[in-house]
């Protein structure tokens, strides 16, 4: 019988489970590209909208693992040599993890996992695998594609409309007893005009692009392979063919990319230099997508007006993390897709996938990130080993 170690983020401070402000979450079944969203034979463990990502939630796993005779570990204590996460890891078969409390699997942890055969994300993006080292240890790496897209391109344009209209110190002014409009103001434009630009058109970065033409934007994308000419005439896009000849024109650019070893620092104090002066960086993919001092550099020096975004490197991040305290910022906790409604679809997900891994049939090709000493799948269109 498998030993599955589960790590997720700890449960409220003020107790599990919490008061649901709403009785229900509404039932996506099919994505914008007509994937369909998971469907488990089982029976879920919880109902869709509780709290499944926190310890106590389970991703509402033990009935389903527990009838099968599987061992259930479930932990947030991930990091360092004597956390619980070290303790089970050489027994683990299966480890799983939400990137929004990442059980950082690195190379020397993979090499000490001598049973561990699937590490399974419970969300999107892998990169806290070191991915080269678990295609060589034939680890399968799997995740719940799709899942939670429209989640992260809700709080891009929430992050991006936060910026812009300086909603954050307008609302502290309201809360503190203030009534200085023109300190709120000071700071606060209209998108309708502006230049929208993102890096990668996927699934979030195509949602977000979607999402932003009612409000009147002009909007940019690069990737390495272009859209559809009908998706391009449709949404009015403009192609560039790299980010640096993008970034220069662009009041908003918006990093919706993978991360991996070419990708790592891709904005730097030059790439930052390239933008227009005042332009807003919103960067919901992947801290380490950005060089985290320059960043600060930038915004401190007034060259961009602000960052945003949910992704921090490590996580969670370290209490000084200068990010909590830069100017402008727009930061909130790695949130955006784990939503409650997020949440139902990722768990499903993440039941479906070990349905297949423990029947032994196929595990959709969309979920693969790695499989079979390589990367398969998703994994293959989306990310790179150098
Ligand atoms: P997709 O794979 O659907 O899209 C990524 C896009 O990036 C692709 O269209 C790809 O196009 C493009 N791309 C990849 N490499 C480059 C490059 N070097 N230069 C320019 N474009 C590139 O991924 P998703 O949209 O689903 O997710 C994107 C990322 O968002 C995930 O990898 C994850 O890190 C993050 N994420 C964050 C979440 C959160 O909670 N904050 C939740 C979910 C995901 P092409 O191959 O043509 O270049």
């Not at 303790?87 to 799983?96: G, M, S």
Request: aromatic residues 8%; contains cysteine.
């Amino acid at each position: 019988m498998a030993k599955v170690l589960c790590v997720l983020y700890p449960d409220p401070v003020s107790g599990y489970p919490p008061h649901y402000v709403r009785d229900d979450v509404p039932v996506i079944t099919t994505y914008d590209n007509g994937q369909t969203a998971p469907a488990p034979k089982a029976a879920l463990g919880f109902k869709p909208g509780e709290l499944v990502g926190s310890v106590s939630g389970e991703l509402g796993l033990r009935s389903y693992l527990e009838g099968l005779g599987h061992e259930l570990i479930v932990t947030s204590d991930k990091d360092g040599p004597d956390s619980e996460f070290e303790k089970h890891l050489p027994d683990a078969e299966v480890v799983i993890s939400q990137p929004f409390w990442p059980a950082y699997l690195t190379r020397e942890r993979i090499a000490r996992a001598r049973k561990l055969k699937l590490a399974l994300t419970a969300g999107i993006g892998s990169d806290h695998v070191d991915l080269e080292a678990a295609a060589r240890a034939h680890i399968t790496v799997a995740e719940v594609t799709g899942s939670n897209s429209i989640s992260v391109a809700e709080h891009v344009i929430l992050t991006m409309l936060a910026l812009v209209r300086n909603y954050l110190p307008s609302h502290d002014v309201a809360v503190d007893g203030g009534w200085n409009i023109a300190d709120c103001v000071s700071r606060s434009y209209d998108m309708e005009g502006m230049q929208f630009g993102t890096i990668g058109a996927g699934r979030i970065g195509l949602a977000v692009l979607r999402r932003l033409k009612p409000f009147g934007l002009q909007l940019h994308y690069t990737q390495r392979h272009r859209l559809s000419a009908d998706i391009e005439q449709e949404l009015g896009l403009t192609f560039h063919p790299d980010a640096a000849s993008l970034v220069g024109t662009q009041d908003f650019v918006s990093l919706q990319i993978p991360l991996y070893p070419s990708t790592m620092h891709f904005f730097d104090d030059k790439m930052l230099a390239r933008m227009k002066r005042g332009a807003y960086l919103i960067n919901t993919a992947r801290a380490e997508l950005v060089d985290r001092d320059a960043v600060v550099r930038a915004v401190k020096s007034g060259h961009i007006a602000a960052y945003g975004g949910d992704v921090w490197f490590p996580e969670p991040a370290p209490p000084a993390h200068p990010w909590r305290t830069m100017p402008f910022n727009g930061m909130t906790p790695h949130i955006s897709g784990t939503s409650l409604s997020a949440q139902a679809r990722y768990a499903a997900g993440t039941l479906e996938i070990l349905e297949s891994y423990f029947d032994g049939t196929p595990i959709r090709e969309e979920y693969l990130i790695v499989d079979g000493g390589g990367l398969a799948g998703t994994g293959a269109r989306s990310y790179k080993l150098m």
